[in-house]
Each structure stands twice: as structure tokens, then as C-alpha cells.
């Protein structure tokens, strides 16, 4: 028995329509594609018009194959999937040709553009006549869900999941949470202390009952699927026991051994060898950092052992491995600072006076080691003229080419804050301004008010070379003010760089250890850039903060959260459809060569030792066929990529050469000459 | 190690002691350089803008004649600008075929063609630096030039533009002439003007311009107490050595800092004859200062080449007076 094939071509208003000839193509293949037995063209196949009409001739018709020319099927596959389900159609007996992506909007060949079309739809008709009935499968999801990165990202989602009555593990590489936002001082534009406002929200994730808090420990390995995930993660050793410990930090005073705190100071400050990052971390436990410990490098000391009122020092303590079973998992990893040092003429490192936003962040935080006093590196001197130096190493080919997106608003509230504390000058040397969210353009007015200098020119060197009088002793800044077509020279005391925002170190290790992907630059990749900014293309795997690309605090705690919301979503459920387009290896030809097991992107294969044959987890498998090509011995199929559908739909493409009639086939009759 | 070398029209004249110590150094660390044969003027920074293709075609007319000598495959220029016409030739001949094209054209007059991106040019630094190796030189000390403190002056022109990226040091603040001293046992002061301007040919056209760009490197390298200047490029030393006594009645200055090349410093520390490496043949003296390290040599070196004889049929030129 023949199928009875309907064909639907979409005009996409005039994104398709205005290049194809959509009426000649529908009735085309009409006439001349076998089994077709309705070919309609339409305004907008996505309407709930355009799928009522396919409704009605499934049912009306009789028609068991359906095939729509329309978007890329990313767009609206599933839409017409839906659409035939409800009609009483399996959904996979549908195909969809993208006349669009691949064919409209990558010409403007109106006869190239509707000849093609006749092509793509041939191949599709042929595709699916040979198309199989599929069932989705259906996996349960596990409750926990798994936050890695305790940032004001990740403390968000952990907090948003928790309070919904979910059970969360927090994993955090550092002592302790909070991440860059705890080593801010003021947050812009309102200029609220960042403590104030972080603090409690980390201590509710500290005394969450649903928050398993594992400070100080890093994931090692991940495998499983959506909603079955296994995590391993290695909790490191603090040398101070959680239970007995009760944070009076006595240790931390006795302790002889001061390092410079590289990590939450910044470099500016101190920290003892064992040490809190700072006085509200969460937990509280204080960490030994076993590379500066004395008791670790001569084997005698132990001064914060002697002292400890509860003895909760355990220098014997080991590194211990959990494993969690989670069904979603939130990346919420942060960025890093550019180092500036590779901006060699702006002086960082070679110049005492020229800090980085982060040092300064430290210099003028309360807490921070000059207890809030803006100095010059002599730690006495309060400088009198202070210079903001936009875009370090953002929108720049030779670094990073993105914007950074926070500088401009935290080089206004540094200006603020110089000008408050110290009366000092301030010159901000910017290309432009951005001050894009509510109440930042305000801020900005703000600024212009309060006597804040702006030159729009980016630098070309900080220098100690003095050239003119008034010069001598000064660091010089000298820029093109490219409002006033002309070189400037700002003797200045203190240089602050704003330094950009990068994907973190080794977010590409990371990105393939979740299995999700990375930009060139190393921000992870969502799910599509607009519209689902926080999923990821591995079900399962979220994002969220400035592990995605650069952005503030406001952005990022609304990505934590909305995150949270779709793991609760997944949750709620209860269970998730898995894909029936999958792979499948038929055991009695595998030889158990094992070359597809490594070729998986997504981890879905693994080695049965008993059979000595590889198999496919179905739910991991993404249907790519990566596999499928590889095998050696043809042993493995992928559904709805059988042989026979591929060659199908080649010989449909090449419809016009098949049937013998030359190129010209497929051409509108009045051609032009 | 074997190079085509191109040592460019100053090494032949006022630059001699450049090409004296290259030389005499480039043999004593393993490089070899095959020069090139029948080389003209790179047209150094006027041409380019006077005539692009005649401009093109001069230096390109070199690139040619050096990717047909036996199986060279790199180009070394000691001179900053030759090196950066050279490079941009090279360059923009293969990014703009239509220029590659009208300049192959403008070569096959004279039976020649050249191929973009057969040669690779390179500037003499960054072949000792990174061919030879700061070990390999520093094992080859003998005469460590410690306590001498050396100001690195790299000039506009070496490291910019990049091209692609593909400049061997940091187009803003490079730091490989710094590396090679340290190799020596200089010490080396920060020098914030390292690869600032050192007015080029602007002498020739507006002095006061000039003398005020010499000034501020003279006045640096002196605020920083630097013993000498160490150049790279023909063009630096001129400008800083010969024009210095001008410099200081300009604006009433007693700036004297000696102004030696790479090479000179390379050969004093692997213990060659000053002689031999052309130092006392600088406006002002470096006696003084190579005295920390305890060189002593004439001050008038033999060896300077004699003025090229003038075409015997040629007439005098205007103003010429005495004997032809």
C-alpha cells in the first residue's frame, strides 16, 4: 500500500515568499512528487491556522505522511510534531524541509532560490515515506539538583530550589561562598555595601536545612543523563574538623605564618596560613592552606592546634570523595579577571599606583586591608588625582573583543567613592559610555553633577616619564580626547584599570565534563541566545551568572533564579521524554572494536565486558550518528537515519537528475535568458 | 642557522659599525647570513607615500631577489625600517592580490616575480633572541658587561604594526632587547619610552619637532641614570648619538649618553675587540661608560669605509666646491 503524502509550503510572510515562488513549488510538487496527494502553500504554517489545515487533511485525507517547508526545524519541528500527534498521527511520520534558513535567506536567485525548494521538498517526501513510527521514552527525574559555584549566582538558584522544598548540593571550590560579589565594597547604582545585602542571603544558605553546603570542594567527574546524573565530588581537606569546630578563630590569631592573600584581598592584603577569606564567610570554619603552613613545611608548629579550644585541628585530616546523585545540574562558575599585566604600557606591576578595579574594590571596602582608606601603594598618601582607564583589556582585538559590560557603571561609582572619601580629582577615560539598566543612566547624570572628568579617548600610556613641568613625580596618562581632536596628558597619583571579564581559566575542561559547549572565547553556550538564555544543549545542564558572558549583579541573580525555576519545572513533572532518535548497535554484528566509544560527544556508549560488545544508553544518546558513520562493521543504526531514509532523501534531491531531465527540471518555465 | 641578509643602505654608510659588529658576531653565534645579491634602497619612509608602486616595487625587487637565492627561506634585516618594508611588502602583496599583481608586473620588467609568503622576514633581534637562544648566548659570555646600566631602546618601528599578530615582541611595551642584556649581565633601568618616536627623518624637515622627541629619550634614559642607549635600528642611533650636541645647545642641555647597537653590546661581552665591533665610531664617546666594564679602545677606529668614489665622468653637484 502506496502513503498518502501531504505537503505544506510556508511563505513566512515574506521571508520565504519574497525570494521562492511558493505557489509554483506547491503546486509542483503536487503534480509531480509521487504519493503526494494534497500540496498546499500557506501565509503562516506555524498559525494555529496553518496547523488546523494540516489537522483536518490527516484526518479528512487520510494522509499518513506529512511534509512541511517552512524554518529550520529547530524553530518548529515541534510545533508540526504536535500538530500530527493531535491529529492521530505518529509524530515521526512527519519531515520538515528548511526552505528558509537554507535556501531564502541565503539568496536572492529567485529561479536558483524556487528550484531548490522543489529539490529539498523531493528529497523530504521520499525521506519520509520510509519514515518509521517512534516512541518517546520517559525517564524519572531525581529530585536533588546539583549547584556548582557559590557565587551570587549559584547562592540564587540554591536558595530559590531550597525554599521550594527541594534538596540542593552547593558545590564550591573556594573556603568559602560569596564569590567576587563578597569582595566588592559599594554595588552601583544605589550604592548599597555589597556585604550587607550578600551576607544574609549566604548565612540562609549556611542554615538551610535543604542545602548541603560543600565549601572547599570541586566536582571531578559527572556522568549519567537528565534527571539521573551521578556526581563525584572531592572535598578537600581543611585540616580543621566542621563538627567541633566553632569558628572563634583563636586559631587564626596565634597562627605566625602571614602570606599575601591572593584570593579574596586580591593580592593587596594579608591572610594567616590558616585562615577565614573574610569575617562573615559561610561556613565559618576556618581553612589550613597547607602550601604556607609551617607545621606542613618543618613538621613543627602547630601553634593553632595548641590553642584551639575544641580541638577541631586535624592535621591528619584526608581529602574525601562524595558522590551525589542529582536529577539537573546549575553551572553558575563566574569569570576571572584579565590580567592586566598584559597591557604593558598601562604600567600594572611596574607602576606602583596603578591598581586594578578588584584591588581597588579591596582598597575601598570597610574590611578590606586599609580598613576602607583610598592610598596610594605606600599605604599613608591619599592621592589627590585619581585616573579610571575604561575597557582594560574588553573590546579590544588583541584580548577580548566582547564588552564587558559592568566597567562603565563600576567606573562611575569608583568615582563616586574616590571623590567622597579622599575630595581627589577624577578623570575616567572611556571609548563609550554604557550605562544600559534602570537607574544607570541616572547614576550617570549623578556623576556628571558631582564634577566627575570625562574624556572619551582610549589611553595610549601610563607613564612616569615626565615631559612637561607639573609632570615630575606624577603618573601620566596620556589618551586622544577624541571629542576634542587632541592629545591629552593627565598627570595623575593613582591609575585604577578596569579590567574585563573572562570565561574562567578552565572553562573549556569544565564545559566538557558537564558535556556542554563553550564559545571560542569560553563562555558557555545556552540553549538558544534570546530565548532560552539558561538551558544548555545538553537536557538536563543549566547555566546561569557570568560563566554565560559578562553581566551585573541584577542580571545575574535573575539567571540564578530563573534557572531554579526551570530545574523546578523539571521536577514538578516528575519524569522527562527522551528522544526516540537514537542510535542502536546491533549486537550480533559488533565485533567489540570499540572506535565508537571514545567518538561520542556525549558519553552515551558504553562497553559491555561480558558481551564484549559496545551498547548505546538511549537516554544520553543525542541521535547524532557520529557512531553510526564510524562503525566499521555497519553494526549500528540510528532511527530516523536509517541508510534507506538517507538515500531516500539524496535521490529526491537529486530529483531532476534521476529522472533524467537535466538540471533544468526544477526551474520555473519563464526563465530569463 | 642560514639567512639571507639585507643589511639596507645605512649599514653601508653611516651605520657601518652596525654592520662591522653583525658580522663579526652573527659568526661567532652560529648564524649565517648569505647577503643578499645586487640589493637596492628599501625606500625607507618617504616612497611609500610618494609612488605605492614604484614604492612596492623597490622593495619588493629585494624580497625577489632574495627567495631565488639557494633555498633561503628567511630574510633578516637589521635596520627597523628595512625590516618593516620588507615585512609590508611581503605582507600586503598577499592580502591584496590586485597590489601582489600590479607589482609582480612592475618586476618582470626587469625578469623578476616574488610570490608572497616565500620568505619570511625577520629582524636581526628577534633571530638572535629566538634562533640562537638567550642560553645559548649567556654561555658565551666572557665579559659580562655587569654594572653597566643600559636603557633598551626598541623604536617606533620594529615591533609596529603587527600585522596579524605576528610581531615576535609586545607591539606597546616589548621586552626582548631587555632579555638579550640581562643575558649579558647588563643591568638594565626601566625605560618607560622605550618604543617611543625618535623623530625619524624629521630633522630633515622640522628640527625643532625632532630635537624635542631626541630630548625626551635622552632626558629619560638620563632620569633612569642609564650608563648607554641600546639601540636596534640604524635610524635611533643616528638621531640620538649624532644629534645630541645639537639637542643639548637647543635647549641648553649636557645630556651625553653614548648610543651603541645590540651587536656592539653582544661582541664587548663575548670579549671581541672593540675595534673590530666599530664602537668609538659614535658622535659621543662611549669610552667612559665601557670603562665600568673595563674596555679600553681608540677613540677614531680604523675601518670606517672610505666615501664611495664619485662616478669620474659625473658633474659636480651644486654648491660642490674644491676637490672633485
Partial sequence: MSERVGVYVCHCGSNIAGVVDVEDVSRWAGENLDDVVVSRDYKFMCSSLGQELIEDDIKKEGLTRVVVAACSPHLHERTFRRACASAGLNPYLFQMASIREQVSWTTQDKAAATAKSKAMIAGAVER???????????????????????????????????????????????????????????????????????????????????????????????????????????????????????????????????????????????????YRPFPQAVPKFPVIDRESCIYFERGTCKACEKFCPTNAIDFEQQDTALDLAVGNIILATGYDLFDSRKIPQYGYGRLANVYTSLEFERLCNASGPTEGKIVLRDGVTQPKSVAIIHCV??????????????????????????????????????????????????????????????????????????????????????????????QRRVPVDMVILMAALQ??????????????????????????????????????????????????????????????????????????????????????????????????????????????????????????GTCVAACPAGAISGAHFSNEQIFAEISGLLYDVVRGNGAKALLPVEVPA | MRYAYYPGCSLGRSAWPYDASTRAVSEALGLELVEVDDWNCCGASEYFSLNKTAAYALVARN???????????????????????????????????????????????????????????????????????????????????????????????????????????????????????????????????KAHCCGGHMTQISADTAFELIRRLLHNAAEYQADLIVTVCPMCQLNLDAYQPQVNRHFKTDYHIPVLYFTQMIGLALGMAPERLGVGGEFVSAAEALAKIGETFEVAPAGAPARRKRDEKALPMPGQKGEA
Fill in chain 1, 128 to 274: 519520509v515515506k520510509l519514515h518509521q513510527a517512534l516512541e518517546p521514552n520517559e525517564v524519572p527525574v531525581n529530585p536533588n539538583t546539583l549547584v556548582v559555584g557559590g557565587g551570587i549566582a549559584g547562592i540564587q538558584a540554591a536558595l530559590e530550589l531550597a525554599d521550594a522544598g527541594y534538596q540542593v548540593h552547593l558545590v564550591e571550590r573556594e573556603p568559602s561562598i560569596g564569590g567576587h560579589m563578597a569582595q566588592f565594597d559599594k554595588t552601583f547604582p544605589t550604592l548599597d555595601c555589597a556585604a550587607c545585602i550578600l551576607t544574609p542571603k549566604m548565612s540562609d544558605v549556611g542554615n538551610h536545612p535543604n542545602i548541603n553546603l560543600l565549601s572547599y570542594s570541586e566536582v571531578e567527574e559527572v556522568s549519567g543523563y537528565v534527571g539521573n546524573f551521578r556526581a563525584r565530588v572531592r572535598k578537600k581537606a581543611r585540616y580543621v574538623n566542621e563538627a567541633d569546630c566553632t569558628g572563634c578563630g583563636i586559631c587564626i590569631d596565634k597562627c605566625p605564618k602571614k602570606v599575601v592573600d591572593e584570593v579574596f584581598e586580591a593580592g593587596l592584603g594579608y591572610r594567616k596560613a590558616i
Fill in chain 1, 393 to 486: 583589556g574588553s573590546r579590544d582585538k588583541r584580548h577580548n573583543t566582547h564588552c564587558s559590560a559592568i566597567c562603565c557603571m563600576g567606573a562611575l561609582k569608583f568615582g563616586h567613592l574616590v571623590m567622597e572619601k579622599t575630595g581627589a580629582e577624577v578623570y575616567s577615560f572611556y571609548i563609550d559610555m554604557r550605562p544600559l539598566h534602570k537607574g544607570y543612566e541616572e547614576f550617570y547624570d549623578r556623576l556628571l553633577e558631582e564634577g566627575m572628568h570625562f574624556i572619551r579617548g582610549r589611553v595610549a600610556e601610563v607613564t612616569d616619564a615626565a615631559r612637561q613641568p607639573g609632570e615630575e613625580g606624577k603618573l601620566i596618562v596620556q589618551a586622544e580626547d577624541t571629542l576634542l581632536g587632541m
Fill in chain 1, 503 to 624: 570565561p574562567r581559566a578552565d572553562a573549556k575542561d569544565v564545559g566538557l565534563q558537564f558535556g556542554i559547549s563553550c564559545s571560542m572565547a569560553g563562555w558557555f553556550t545556552e540553549r538558544h541566545p534570546k530565548l532560552d538564555p539558561v538551558a544548555t544543549m545538553t537536557d538536563g545542564v543549566f547555566i546561569a551568572g557570568t560563566c554565560q558572558g559578562p553581566k551585573d549583579i541584577p542580571d545575574t541573580v535573575s539567571q540564578g533564579a530563573a534557572a531554579a525555576a526551570r530545574v523546578q519545572g523539571m521536577i514538578a513533572v516528575g519524569s522527562v521524554e527522551v528522544e526516540p532518535v537514537v542510535a542502536t548497535i546491533h549486537e550480533e554484528r559488533c565485533s567489540g572494536c570499540r572506535i565508537c566509544n571514545n567518538l561520542c560527544p556525549f558519553n552515551a556508549i558504553d562497553f559491555l565486558q561480558d558481551k564484549a560488545v559496545s551498547y548505546v544508553n538511549a537516554a544520553l544518546c543525542k541521535g547524532c
Fill in chain 2, 63 to 193: 624580497l625577489a631577489l632574495a627567495a631565488r637565492q639557494d633555498g633561503l627561506k628567511q630574510l633578516l634585516a637589521p635596520c627597523s625600517m628595512c625590516y618593516l618594508n620588507l615585512r609590508k611588502t611581503d605582507h600586503y602583496m598577499g592580502k591584496y592580490p590586485k597590489l601582489g599583481k600590479t607589482t609582480n608586473a612592475a618586476l618582470a620588467a626587469g625578469g623578476l616575480n616574488y610570490t608572497p609568503g616565500s620568505l619570511e622576514v625577520r629582524h636581526l633581534l628577534d633571530a638572535v633572541v629566538n634562533d640562537v637562544g638567550l642560553e645559548a648566548i649567556a654561555a658565551k659570555v666572557t665579559q659580562p658587561l655587569a654594572g653597566l646600566r643600559v636603557a633598551c631602546y626598541y623604536g617606533c618601528l620594529m615591533v609596529r604594526p603587527e600585522f596579524n599578530g605576528s610581531s615576535f615582541d609586545d607591539p606597546e611595551y616589548p621586552i626582548q632587547l631587555d632579555r638579550l642584556m640581562q643575558a649579558l649581565g647588563a643591568e638594565v633601568v626601566d625605560f618607560p619610552l
